[in-house]
């Protein structure tokens, strides 16, 4: 009796924290995935193309590990002459899987932004966009065991659960929507500013064909400011809001770069960065640009309740950025780099 109130309590367990952490596809290198912060961002650098890849895994110390992963492409599909309006346009597929039961998020997307400069030098420019998901979550229940599988010594796959499941997958389509402000106060220091909100129209989530289980609303917040101390080094303190129904989150920090090759054909810097998530992890990045291409890895210390449990072990990310058709020369005339 006891062993089998100790399996529902973990079991419950496992399900309250999918559900206050498991909503949605995550990221501690936030800036580094784009399209999964903000759909106005689409488009919106200082190239034609771009591409990513993000992988992060979590939690390998204490359970099967949370495994994500992001593929996303973004350009500048138009611009009007003598202007700097621009029409963005991106795309992206997300992946994960967690836990025993290999609950798992399969997403594509398409976004579309307008960027306008409010002025003609281009030191303020804002975006809106949209984007629109395709998604599909599964569950796997033969990976799960309940109490009736309980022989009195092990549990016993072979054992019916007694459960009923109607149904292991579901598919929703999703609405989501952002604005981006970038101003450039002087040519040492840059403002980057945006609010995006998700789920919009509110998708049913449930295995039980239960509609009144919707998907909450998610609103993104985040700023990070480029503050050049000269030729070679550049602070961007940043913060990152997240509210999702009951669940908040608040990360804040700074990334440093120092740049070793100045000249856009052999552009070569190193990238440093410490943030913190509030009662939830040290986010330690190193990162490496060269030429076309940024790579950053991070690794998240549990500060959480789980920190005894995972030995203060969290997850690993991985970030890859190719960058095409790249204005050789920032020119304030031109579109301004931003921060991704």
């Not at 973004?74 to 002459?81: A, F, H, I, S, V």
């Amino acid at each position: 009796m006891i062993k089998k109130q100790l399996i529902w309590i973990f079991l419950l367990s496992y399900i309250a924290i999918g559900n206050a952490y498991g909503q949605d596809i995550h990221f501690s290198q936030y800036l580094n995935s784009p399209l999964n912060l903000n759909p106005a961002l689409s488009g919106f650098n200082d190239a034609k193309f771009r591409f990513i890849l993000n992988h992060r895994s979590q939690w390998a110390s204490v359970s099967i590990p949370y495994k994500t992963y992001s593929a996303s492409m973004d350009m500048q599909l138009w611009k009007r002459k003598r202007q700097s309006d621009i029409l963005g346009l991106g795309l992206i597929f997300n992946n994960d899987e967690a836990g025993d039961s290999r609950f798992g998020t399969t997403q594509g997307a398409v976004s579309l932004s307008y960027i306008k400069a409010l002025n003609k030098r281009n030191r303020n420019l804002i975006s809106i966009g949209a984007q629109f998901f395709f998604s599909q979550r599964s569950i796997d229940y033969t990976k799960l065991y309940f109490p009736n599988q309980w022989n009195g010594q092990i549990n016993d796959p072979s054992i019916q659960s007694g459960e009923y499941f109607s149904q292991s997958n579901f598919t929703y389509f999703d609405i989501s929507a952002g604005i981006h402000w970038l101003t450039i106060l002087n040519n040492d220091l840059k403002v980057n500013t945006g609010v995006s909100v998700w789920h919009i129209n509110q998708p049913a989530q449930s295995l039980m064909n239960n509609e009144k289980v919707k998907l909450d609303i998610k609103i993104l917040a985040y700023s990070e400011v480029e503050i050049k101390l000269d030729n070679s080094n550049i602070l961007f303190p940043s913060v990152y809001f997240a509210n999702q129904g009951p669940f908040n989150e608040l990360t804040l920090g700074m990334r440093y770069k120092a740049i070793i090759h100045p000249n856009s054909h052999n552009f070569t810097a190193l990238n440093f960065g410490l943030f913190v998530r509030n009662k939830d992890a040290l986010i330690l990045e190193f990162g490496l640009d060269i030429k076309k291409f940024s790579i950053m890895a991070s690794y998240d210390f549990n500060l959480s309740g789980l920190r005894s449990a995972s030995n203060y072990m969290g997850g690993y990310e991985i970030s890859i950025i190719f960058r095409a058709n790249q204005h050789k020369k920032h020119k304030i005339n031109n579109m301004p780099c931003p921060i991704f």
